[in-house]
């Protein structure tokens, strides 16, 4: 009967957020939280309208195996036997591109180039490599998020900023280094282009009320996070109850309808509980019905009724750092930082002030993209650094629009359940909310395979092989791990032991001794997060531990 209510006063308030109605949810009452809390959050002085406009759109495009006598490779010399691509082709606006194809395990042993055309001024650039070696990003093997959508094989994606044509060529290797899964000299199955436009972007919001406080100073309530969360992953006394009372992300919930909780994750090989009821469905996709009418509107209400209940959901997961629905949580000074944990008298834990970090709603995150409900680790005792691998083209103030076009390729295109990343940092230090489910909280991400368990992932948009990283990102770096490391009482310049899922380069099960702050590289064998990135490293560690207050 109580989840019964619950629910329907969630749905109540993310139909509020759908429908253009000036209607006003009440406040669900809020159960004691063990463990420390923190300051009390802001909220805005009114709902915000869903970003109907900013959501982006993918086009999907098969490639077909090319002629002989077709244009000249990046060389200069003609097509070679097996390659597949698609010669120069008109297309509909996008910013971001990327190869797919059907199996995940199996590795593109090859190269891929791309060129496009700029919709600024119709000239074509010239040929780019895009990254191949992808296959050791993604959930670990065996866990629910892994089997639960069939996720495909994919390149990274590479920014090439606003374009309407494209043209790309996959030629075969002749690495038999996984020839387990494919003969030397063959592409894997299903290769498909995927061209990605990142959408509008989104409004920023502010305010500066308090969470509950009238809008107009009387009595009057605001639509408020209807999902509750008591305590933080890591911290004595949490219970990992959260309500999730209408499903999200285009599946429904199998099991008695009573809130999930997120589970421990498991080390033997059994998938962990997922933050969720029932089963794992499967990441949404959009509706091909073309209904119109009275059945096509229903249909799109609901769709309207699940973003929104998504969106809340990822705000109300932040809710006790920040206003609820604002674009960023605000930095803190240390001393700000020290007394939200609500730690004894005298007491000074080892920790960074908190950094100013971009909200999902921030970046413009389409919140129905994502599978509903969240998915936790037992904590964080480690930082996995990477380069997202997308190019270093982007100017700072199309960062946003680099990670939107990142989380709907992970989503839609590679079939993961949210962006793999639990963090991004553009070139210039800005600091980006990644994986929904809270920033301070342990949420386990899809960016090491093998070892997502106990960690964390920072991705810095772009790529570091041949070039240096940007010292505003590596401070960022160091900034974010003083902090959200401090949380869980690691120690940024210290060592700790993981229990390996499963990779390339650490069997299933291996207790592996790692950096707290490593690079993609140490758990799985691949160059990310490049040569010059991983040089930074030890840049971080040090500067890391400084802000906590080491010496």
């Given at each position: 009967?109580?989840a019964s209510l619950v629910s329907s006063l969630a749905v109540g308030c993310a139909t509020a957020l759908a429908l253009p109605l000036s209607l006003t ?242 080390q033997s090989g059994k998938p962990g509980k997922q933050g969720q009821s029932g089963k794992p469905g499967k990441p949404s996709r959009p509706s091909q ?152 909280k342990a949420v386990q991400g899809a960016h090491t395979m093998g070892f997502n368990s106990d960690s964390m992932g920072i991705a810095v948009l772009g ?89």
């Amino acid at each position: 009967m109580r989840a019964s209510l619950v629910s329907s006063l969630a749905v109540g308030c993310a139909t509020a957020l759908a429908l253009p109605l000036s209607l006003t949810a009440p406040t669900p009452a809020a159960a004691a939280a063990p463990g420390p809390r923190l300051a009390p959050a802001l909220a805005p002085t009114a709902p915000d309208a869903p970003d109907a406009d900013v959501a982006g759109s993918t086009q999907s495009l098969p490639l077909e195996p090319l002629a002989p006598d077709g244009p000249r490779n990046r060389a200069g010399g003609r097509t070679a036997a097996g390659e597949r691509g698609l010669t120069r082709s008109e297309v509909r606006p996008f910013s971001l591109v990327g190869v797919v194809w059907d199996d995940a395990r199996a590795p593109l042993d090859g190269t891929v180039q791309v060129r496009s055309r700029s919709t600024a001024d119709g000239t074509w650039s010239r040929w780019r490599d895009v990254e191949t070696h992808n296959e050791e990003h993604g959930a670990d093997p065996g866990t629910v998020e892994d089997r639960g959508a069939a996720p495909r094989g994919g390149t990274a994606p590479l920014w090439v900023g606003a374009s309407d044509g494209v043209e790309v060529r996959v030629r075969p290797g002749q690495d038999d280094r996984h020839d387990r899964h494919e003969r030397a000299g063959e592409l894997p199955r299903g290769l498909r282009l995927e061209l990605v436009d990142p959408g509008r972007e989104p409004e920023r919001t502010t305010s500066t009320r308090a969470m509950g406080a009238p809008a107009d100073g009387g009595g009057g309530g605001v639509a408020a996070p209807y999902t509750h969360y008591t305590g933080y992953p890591g911290y004595p006394g949490y219970t990992g109850q959260f309500t999730r009372p209408y499903p999200v992300g285009g599946h429904t919930s199998s099991g008695s309808g009573q809130p999930g909780q997120p589970g421990k994750s498991s080390q033997s090989g059994k998938p962990g509980k997922q933050g969720q009821s029932g089963k794992p469905g499967k990441p949404s996709r959009p509706s091909q019905s073309g209904q119109s009418g009275p059945a096509g509107e229903s249909e799109k209400a609901e769709q309207a009724v699940r973003k929104a209940t998504a969106a809340a959901e990822s705000a109300g997961a932040n809710a006790e750092l920040a206003p609820y629905g604002v674009s960023s949580i605000p930095a803190q000074t240390h001393a700000q930082t020290v007394a939200s944990l609500h730690k004894a008298p005298g007491a000074k834990p080892y920790i960074g002030a908190r950094p100013k970090i971009v909200t999902r709603k921030g970046w413009g995150a389409d919140e129905g993209l994502r599978e509903g409900g969240f998915s936790y680790t037992k904590t964080v005792k480690a930082a996995f650094v990477h380069h997202s691998a997308t190019g270093n083209s982007y100017k700072c103030g199309e960062a946003a629009s680099v990670l939107r076009g990142i989380y709907r390729y992970h989503v839609k295109s590679m079939h993961w359940r949210d962006i793999g990343y639990n963090f991004a940092v553009d070139k210039c230090g800005t600091i980006y909310e990644g994986r929904a489910g809270g920033v301070a909280k342990a949420v386990q991400g899809a960016h090491t395979m093998g070892f997502n368990s106990d960690s964390m992932g920072i991705a810095v948009l772009g790529s570091y092989g041949s070039t240096n990283p940007p010292a505003a990102a590596v401070t960022a770096i160091a900034r974010l791990t003083a902090w959200k490391l401090g949380l869980f009482e690691a120690n940024p310049k210290g060592k700790t032991t993981l229990t390996s899922g499963g990779g390339n380069r650490f069997k299933k099960g291996s207790k592996v001794k790692l950096n707290v702050i490593s690079g993609h590289r140490d758990g799985f064998s691949t160059e990310c997060p490049g040569k010059r990135l991983y040089g930074k490293l030890g840049t971080a560690r040090s500067a890391s531990a400084k802000y906590q207050g080491r010496s």
